[in-house]
Protein backbone atom coordinates (compact mmCIF):
# COMPACT_ATOMS: atom_id res chain seq x y z
CA UNK A 1 0.00 0.00 0.00
CA UNK A 2 1.24 3.41 -0.81
CA UNK A 3 1.45 6.01 1.68
CA UNK A 4 2.05 8.64 -1.26
CA UNK A 5 -0.47 11.55 -2.07
CA UNK A 6 -2.63 11.19 -5.00
CA UNK A 7 -1.90 14.46 -6.90
CA UNK A 8 -5.99 14.22 -7.86
CA UNK A 9 -7.27 13.84 -4.94
CA UNK A 10 -8.01 16.82 -2.60
CA UNK A 11 -6.78 17.03 0.65
CA UNK A 12 -9.05 16.51 3.46
CA UNK A 13 -6.87 17.17 6.58
CA UNK A 14 -8.85 19.66 8.99
CA UNK A 15 -6.68 21.63 11.26
CA UNK A 16 -8.61 23.38 14.45
CA UNK A 17 -6.80 26.01 16.19
CA UNK A 18 -7.95 27.36 19.44
CA UNK A 19 -7.26 31.17 19.58
CA UNK A 20 -7.00 30.72 23.87
CA UNK A 21 -4.54 28.20 23.01
CA UNK A 22 -2.66 30.07 19.42
CA UNK A 23 0.94 30.36 19.42
CA UNK A 24 2.08 34.05 19.99
CA UNK A 25 4.84 36.25 17.09
CA UNK A 26 7.22 38.71 18.00
CA UNK A 27 4.25 41.77 17.60
CA UNK A 28 1.81 39.73 19.77
CA UNK A 29 -0.56 38.84 17.13
CA UNK A 30 -2.30 35.17 17.58
CA UNK A 31 -1.58 32.76 15.00
CA UNK A 32 -5.08 30.36 14.17
CA UNK A 33 -5.35 28.05 11.20
CA UNK A 34 -2.51 27.58 8.44
CA UNK A 35 -3.22 25.96 5.14
CA UNK A 36 -0.51 25.56 2.18
CA UNK A 37 -1.38 28.76 0.54
CA UNK A 38 -3.04 31.00 2.93
CA UNK A 39 -3.02 31.39 6.83
CA UNK A 40 -5.11 33.54 9.61
CA UNK A 41 -3.54 35.33 12.50
CA UNK A 42 -5.71 37.77 15.03
CA UNK A 43 -4.26 41.19 16.26
CA UNK A 44 -6.30 41.36 19.78
CA UNK A 45 -6.79 44.38 21.84
CA UNK A 46 -4.15 46.00 20.20
CA UNK A 47 -3.20 49.09 22.88
CA UNK A 48 -3.77 52.96 20.70
CA UNK A 49 0.09 54.61 19.84
CA UNK A 50 2.04 55.55 17.19
CA UNK A 51 2.20 54.43 14.33
CA UNK A 52 5.48 52.07 13.60
CA UNK A 53 7.92 52.95 10.52
CA UNK A 54 6.11 51.43 6.96
CA UNK A 55 7.10 48.36 5.89
CA UNK A 56 6.38 46.04 2.49
CA UNK A 57 5.76 42.33 2.81
CA UNK A 58 6.21 39.49 0.47
CA UNK A 59 2.58 38.37 0.99
CA UNK A 60 -1.05 40.04 0.74
CA UNK A 61 -3.49 40.69 3.62
CA UNK A 62 -6.99 40.82 4.00
CA UNK A 63 -8.28 41.86 7.53
CA UNK A 64 -11.59 42.73 9.48
CA UNK A 65 -11.97 44.58 12.28
CA UNK A 66 -13.86 43.25 15.28
CA UNK A 67 -13.75 46.10 17.71
CA UNK A 68 -11.96 49.49 17.79
CA UNK A 69 -10.30 51.73 15.26
CA UNK A 70 -7.15 52.51 13.74
CA UNK A 71 -5.79 54.29 10.84
CA UNK A 72 -3.88 51.80 7.54
CA UNK A 73 -1.05 53.96 6.41
CA UNK A 74 -0.36 52.43 2.59
CA UNK A 75 0.92 54.03 -0.03
CA UNK A 76 0.48 57.87 0.95
CA UNK A 77 -3.20 57.31 1.99
CA UNK A 78 -4.45 56.97 4.98
CA UNK A 79 -7.77 54.36 5.51
CA UNK A 80 -10.06 54.53 8.74
CA UNK A 81 -10.58 51.30 9.99
CA UNK A 82 -13.52 50.49 12.06
CA UNK A 83 -15.48 47.62 13.26
CA UNK A 84 -16.87 45.91 10.41
CA UNK A 85 -14.71 46.84 8.02
CA UNK A 86 -12.58 45.04 5.95
CA UNK A 87 -9.28 45.75 4.22
CA UNK A 88 -6.36 44.38 1.75
CA UNK A 89 -2.87 44.97 1.76
CA UNK A 90 -1.42 44.13 -2.10
CA UNK A 91 2.64 42.29 -1.75
CA UNK A 92 4.71 44.48 -1.54
CA UNK A 93 3.24 47.48 -0.31
CA UNK A 94 4.36 50.26 1.72
CA UNK A 95 2.10 50.23 5.01
CA UNK A 96 1.68 50.77 8.42
CA UNK A 97 -1.30 50.82 10.91
CA UNK A 98 -1.61 53.24 14.11
CA UNK A 99 -3.93 52.20 16.48
CA UNK A 100 -6.32 54.70 17.95
CA UNK A 101 -8.81 52.35 20.03
CA UNK A 102 -8.19 49.68 21.65
CA UNK A 103 -7.83 46.96 18.52
CA UNK A 104 -9.07 43.55 17.70
CA UNK A 105 -8.99 42.29 13.79
CA UNK A 106 -8.55 38.94 12.14
CA UNK A 107 -6.18 38.52 8.92
CA UNK A 108 -5.39 36.17 6.14
CA UNK A 109 -1.91 36.06 4.46
CA UNK A 110 -1.23 34.66 1.20
CA UNK A 111 1.41 33.04 1.45
CA UNK A 112 1.02 32.27 5.15
CA UNK A 113 2.79 35.14 7.02
CA UNK A 114 4.78 33.11 9.39
CA UNK A 115 6.48 30.85 6.55
CA UNK A 116 10.28 31.28 6.20
CA UNK A 117 10.56 34.14 9.40
CA UNK A 118 8.04 36.53 8.10
CA UNK A 119 6.48 36.42 11.08
CA UNK A 120 4.96 40.38 11.69
Not at 9 to 15: F, N, V, Y
Not at 41 to 47: D, K
Not at 73 to 101: A, C, F, M, N, R
Request: hydrophobic fraction near 30%; avoid cysteine.
Amino acid sequence: MSHLKDPNMPDKSITKVSSAHAPKGRSGQKYLASGIHLSMRLWEREQSGEAKPPTAREYEVVGFVLEGRAELHIEGQIVLLEKGDSWVVPKGSHHTYKILETFTAVEATSPPAEVHGREE
